[in-house]
């Protein structure tokens, strides 16, 4: 965490310096077509960076007891080919979080970390409203217990998984202020 830490502290020290900040408070479409709950916050560093925190809850319970609970914080930092909030750019975040989930006669919970590399373009559509297409590449680490369906505390077992491969998409609107 410490690294990390220094990490962002040496490269907002590289940040041109802001004439007047601005921040945009934003939303993923394709998390609420999951149901899910999610916002976040953009914030601008320099005449090119920005700071982008999102964060996602998903708390709903499906029909025959299927469940996906989970919550997820992705910050990022993000380097703009023009200026902040307008065309291409491109990122580095990080993401964690922690999931329940029980289908298909089995329950796993757990949490997770990792981090990736994204690319996205930001339409403005009025001097208020963007609009914003995001991907990302990256790994994921996860750790969580599986067990049966049922409880039974004889049958937990601890795993591990290590992911390479998609950990961030958006179709995104922002206001900005």
């Known amino acids: ?6 990490f962002v502290f040496l490269f ?4 041109d310096s802001a004439d007047a900040q601005k921040v945009g408070v934003k939303t993923n479409a394709l998390y ?5 709950i999610n916002g976040g916050v953009e914030i601008g ?6 700071l ?12 025959d007891g299927k469940k996906i609970h989970f919550w997820l914080a992705q910050p990022e930092l993000r380097y703009w080919l023009c200026e902040r909030f307008e065309g291409h750019f491109f990122g580095i975040h990080a993401h964690g979080g922690q999931f329940y989930a029980a289908f298909d006669q089995k329950r796993y919970d757990g949490n997770f970390v990792g981090a990736g590399l994204s690319y996205g373009y930001n339409w403005i559509l009025s001097p208020h409203w963007n609009f914003e ?6 790994y994921t680490y996860a750790w969580y ?3 049966p369906w049922l409880p039974c505390i004889k049958c937990l077992k601890d795993k591990e998984k290590h992911m390479f491969g998609p950990t961030k998409f958006g179709i995104t609107f922002t206001y900005i202020f």
Do not use: H, I, R
């Not at 907002?12 to 940040?15: A, E, F, K, Y």
């Not at 982008?52 to 029909?63: H, R, V």
């Not at 297409?133 to 990256?138: D, E, M």
């Open 32 to 36: 609420w077509a999951t149901t899910t």
């Open 45 to 50: 560093l320099g005449q090119k960076t920005t």
């Open 12 to 15: 907002l020290s590289l940040c």
């Open 133 to 138: 297409l995001t991907a990302g590449v990256g």
């Open 1 to 6: 965490m410490s690294k990390f830490l220094l």
């Open 52 to 63: 982008d925190l999102e964060g996602a809850y998903n708390p709903w319970n499906f029909k």
């Open 145 to 147: 217990e599986e067990s």
